[in-house]
């Protein structure tokens, strides 16, 4: 797959098709917002993305061949394949947290429907273009890899339409007008409104699985044999997030401690949050706290999780670009070292000491302050007003939460950096962190 990049004509007719729906999709937000809301702005945004679109749709099905040009596909892999490898999963994070960041910063101008139409266009466009790229079609368009595609739209909508709600409401508090849910309070009855609606969409989402069923086979394969193992070998989607934590943690932690500890840690949110504020309305600058927090673990530690390994993570576990082939005989040369190897072989010049507890004092002295020093610290510099408000147990239950929620970053930077493999290493007990 990574030879001619030269298009087929049914893969034109097929982007001939995807962009004429799109025409079709912008045309009718266009027709909505010029003659219904009597928004001329937003109506003229639609009308140039749909003029836009349909100049694509009309190129690929006069087969014009235009595809995204090899100059920009080769830096990518270059740029991702820098640092020893290592380039790849460190920008993938970086740009996730600014976007994350900038989201919360700038959530008024980029909830703004015009705005947010237009981003939406954009990443339909650049979906379009790649996918003239052999080797980003093939891991995108497979048929179990499909739903992924649409977990980022949808949760890329839900997330904008919340806070584009908490941004109305945190206008019309500012102003001294109650939040819109106030005004909202019109109740109808289970039977029939709540039923028929129910029934309704249960109809629509069967019949779009139905289709879905039609269109996209079923990704069935050999029978499983311990003879062959695939390779990559993924868990289920939900499941990736986890799977990608095995890079930096071991087992025991990545699948059982992490996990444990954000149930545990959803459960007690509401026991822990003293904030009463935002009950029943969107809002963000009422429950600026919880609500970054909530979103960062979710989004930028859970779903961007998930998307790396599906779509990024290829044969051996390895890196890959957007437009990179997958190749299994990629291999990185990876020298990760010990917190205790850095303390006795580098630092001090001396060799590994044979009893365990004395090798890895100074990791077991680095988690103990972590954990125990940290929180007093934080109660009487950063966190004192959350101290003083939510008394000893509440807050020390919610900043050990914080830190083993940050322990992931952390040791993810610590790896990207210095190739630090365990902070703590006993293999004599099966005990590694």
């Known amino acids: 797959m ?35 809301k009597r928004d001329q702005r937003l109506g003229l945004v639609g009308a140039v993305f749909g ?34 490898g290592q380039a790849g999963p460190i920008l993938y994070t970086v740009l996730s947290v600014a976007g994350f960041v900038a989201l919360l910063y700038w959530r008024r101008f980029l909830t703004e ?52 709600k908490a941004v109305i409401n945190d206008e019309r508090l500012a102003n001294g007008e109650p939040p819109v849910e ?31 069923a039609v269109l996209l086979k079923a990704p069935l394969e050999q029978p499983a044999t311990t003879a062959k193992a695939p390779n990559p070998s993924k868990a289920p989607w939900y ?9 930096y943690y071991d087992p025991w932690m990545a699948g059982i401690v992490l996990p444990l500890l954000i149930i545990n840690g959803l459960i007690a949110i509401p026991y822990i949050d003293y904030n009463q504020k935002g009950n029943g309305y969107f809002t963000f600058v009422q429950r600026k706290f919880a609500i970054s927090v909530f979103l960062l673990g979710f989004l930028v530690m859970w779903v961007t999780l998930i998307v790396l390994g599906t779509f990024l993570r290829g044969p051996n576990w390895n890196f890959f670009g957007p437009y990179e082939y997958w190749d299994p005989h990629k291999v990185l040369p990876l020298n990760n070292v010990n917190l205790s190897d850095y303390f006795w072989l580098y630092l001090l010049k001396q060799p590994l000491p044979d009893a365990w507890y004395i090798r890895e004092l100074p990791g077991i002295l680095v988690v103990i302050a972590y954990l125990f020093v940290l929180p007093p610290i934080l109660a009487r510099t950063v966190f004192r ?48 962190i």
């Open 2 to 36: 990574h030879g001619s990049h030269e298009l087929a004509p049914s893969l034109q007719n097929g982007l001939a098709v995807f962009y004429l729906l799109v025409v079709i999709l912008n045309l009718g937000f266009a027709v909505y917002q010029f003659y219904v």
């Open 51 to 84: 003029i836009l679109f349909l100049i694509h749709a009309v190129a690929y099905l006069i087969h014009a061949g235009w595809s995204l040009p090899e100059g920009f596909r080769s830096f990518t892999t270059d740029l991702m394949g820098a640092y020893g």
């Open 113 to 164: 429907p015009s705005i947010a139409w237009v981003l939406l266009n954009l990443s339909l466009l650049i979906g379009g273009w790649s996918m003239t790229d052999p080797n980003f079609r093939l891991i995108v368009a497979k048929e179990d890899n499909v739903p992924i595609t649409i977990l980022i739209f949808t949760v890329g909508f839900f997330t904008w339409l919340a806070l584009r």
């Open 182 to 212: 106030a005004l909202e309070n019109e109740k109808v009855l289970v039977w029939p409104d709540l039923v028929y609606t129910e029934l309704i969409a249960m109809i629509v989402v069967t019949f779009l699985l139905v289709i879905w």
């Open 239 to 247: 499941f990736l997030g986890l799977q990608e934590m095995l890079v």
């Open 385 to 432: 007003s959350f101290f003083i408000k939510m008394g000893f147990v509440r807050f020390i239950l919610m900043v050990n939460l914080l830190q083993f929620m940050a322990a992931l970053p952390l040791k993810m930077l610590l790896r990207w950096g210095i190739n630090l493999k365990y902070v703590v290493y006993i293999p004599e007990y099966f005990f590694n």
